[in-house]
């Protein structure tokens, strides 16, 4: 993914140089221009004066050399940013299992023995509709968040692949915690790396539709100046979903995106 560099570090060195060796000012800006066009762009403009080509390329490997460590930087910043937000999407499920745990256990505490034992032997089965829902809809926000370049197939092989196991782990230990299982699952297919993604599933985390078509029906997303296109894959429902009732994320989207409109292109599956 390129990285637009938005500030450049100009040696002295390489001002008094062209200044010492470039007497002609139009050809110190033309050795300017190629420095600023290499930092911010990556392109290398066409330099017609020698004495300021010969300049430029001994400068050049210095611009590389930064705009790399820029790209570096860049890098473990997004991934330091994946891993906190990852971390606190893990200790928001654990929060909300302690809750129903806690539930559980008070409602266990007026059945008979069999009963309780029976209950605390299938804590998964026991979810209520409502978290039900919202387990899948998180495992699907998880699946999304990993680049799943078709959230509802990536979902059905993860479901398949540990009811196989009897939801165990590959040691046979029982898995209490299918977010947790999400987070550490490897998707098979996934879509180009890209930030929108990232404003996407934070934005529709607050949710409390826990509508699947959220993600499932979100193909492809990309920033078009000011415009937020999202291809999607699925009927105009999914568009008054967004416009009628999630209109206050797709607002936060837009500012999170810097989008100033959105505009929806339906891409079939």
Known sequence: MSTQIKAAMVH????????????????RCEFYDAVFDLYFTDQLRVIHSE????????????ILADRQRYADKCARNRENARKKTLQSQANASDRLRSQDLGSNNN???????NTNSNNNNNTLSLSSDEERDRESFDILGILFYHRASNVREEMQRFYNYYESLGWKTNKGAPIVNRRAAARQWRVEQQRPDSKLYDNYYM????????DARIYTAVRYMELSGKTLILHYAADDAFIDLLEQRCIRLLVKLSKATGAESV???LRPE
């Open 203 to 210: 934005t529709m985390q607050q949710s409390t539709l826990y």
């Open 107 to 113: 409602t266990n505490n007026n059945t008979n023995s």
């Open 51 to 62: 004495q300021a080509r010969a300049i430029f390329v001994m400068v050049r490997p210095y």
């Open 263 to 265: 505009e929806y292109r």
């Open 12 to 27: 002295k060195t390489w001002i008094d140089g062209a200044r010492e060796v470039l007497n002609n000012p139009e050809d």
